[in-house]
């Protein structure tokens, strides 16, 4: 009897094999090969999924955007009014896992330059963390949240993100948690 598959489990763990590569090896190093080596499959398995590298990363990209929405919208159900800060640091890398996430991310963010499908993908995720800050600031009483309100808020978000990232030893998550209430509370006052 042949072996039965769960096909949603099996892209979750590709997709996290997807990124450990990344983060080991960049993104040009997440070659199928490479992948399906990290998923302990066979490329011809892998390839059942995706049949080239490009497929891969865009699936990987698109993954990832929807893990991290479907996150930001249970912190939000959970929480109710009040407090947008906790929704802001779900999308910064203040744990491993967020961290990860972060680092493969940036990965594809950077490769949307040159790269059209990703920079769709990338102008999306910039404009869902967009609406998260807006919504942060409604959450914190700002009514109706000027353009400039919602791009300092996201501009501190994604800089302490890039520094919580890259510069971990200067960077702690408690100093990015301090400086976040710090710039949220003087962009919603």
Not at 69 to 94: H, K
Not at 128 to 147: F, M, Q, T, Y
């Amino acid at each position: 009897m042949p072996k039965v598959v769960d096909q949603e489990q099996r892209r979750e763990d590709i997709v996290r094999a997807f990124g450990r590569v990344v983060r080991r090896e960049g993104l040009a190093g997440a070659s199928v090969r490479a992948v399906a080596a990290e998923a302990n499959l066979s490329p011809g398995a892998l390839r059942h999924y995706f049949d080239r590298q490009d497929g891969l990363i865009h699936f990987a990209a698109a993954s990832m955007y929807q893990q991290v929405a479907l996150r930001v919208q249970a912190v939000r159900s959970e929480l109710g009014d009040g407090d947008g800060l906790a929704v802001l640091e779900e999308l910064m890398p203040l744990d491993e896992r967020r961290r990860d996430e972060f680092d493969v991310w940036l990965a594809l963010v950077v490769a949307g330059a040159s790269d059209p499908a990703l920079a769709t993908i990338s102008r999306e995720s910039h404009e869902g963390i967009a609406r998260v800050c807006r919504d942060a600031l409604i959450r914190a009483g700002v009514k109706e949240p000027s353009p400039d309100q919602v791009r300092d808020v996201h501009a501190v978000v994604d800089g302490l993100s890039l520094h919580l990232s890259l510069y971990p030893d200067t960077m702690t998550p408690a100093t990015a948690r301090r400086i976040l209430r710090e710039r949220f509370n003087g962009c919603a006052g």
